[in-house]
Nanobody, 120 residues
């Protein structure tokens, strides 16, 4: 089994910062691309940022210049540094990863999500 666990969410005021983490565990052979998604109430899930195994990253236009995605391959962990947060960033943030399980193919895996609330 493979498990992804998010952490670091919480309540912050506009302009504040949070750092999210996603730790992968289980029978992992390798992890390819990883990504952060978010979903606000009544809205569709959207891609926030993605990063390859080599460290190449891309971001949604709405978070460019404010968010930074990174990963620690040795510890199978991904991070999302979120600065200058806005109320529009309020959502449940989900970790996604393309993981090759031992003796198997690459599949998509999801974490359970962590709540980020930006409000005064």
């Amino acid at each position: 089994q493979v498990q992804l666990v998010e952490s670091g969410g919480g309540l912050v005021q506009p302009g504040g910062s949070l750092r999210l983490a996603c730790a992968a565990s289980g029978s992992i052979f390798s992890i390819n691309a990883m990504a952060w998604y978010r979903q606000a109430p009544g809205k569709q899930r959207e891609l926030v940022a993605a990063i390859t195994s080599g460290g190449r990253s891309n971001y949604a236009d709405s978070v460019k210049g404010r968010f930074t995605i990174s990963r620690d391959n040795a510890n199978n962990t991904m991070y999302l540094q979120m600065n200058n947060l806005k109320p529009e960033d309020t959502a449940v943030y989900y970790c996604n990863a393309d993981i090759r399980v031992r003796f198997s193919i690459v599949n998509h895996y999801w974490g359970q999500g962590t709540q980020v609330t930006v409000s005064s």
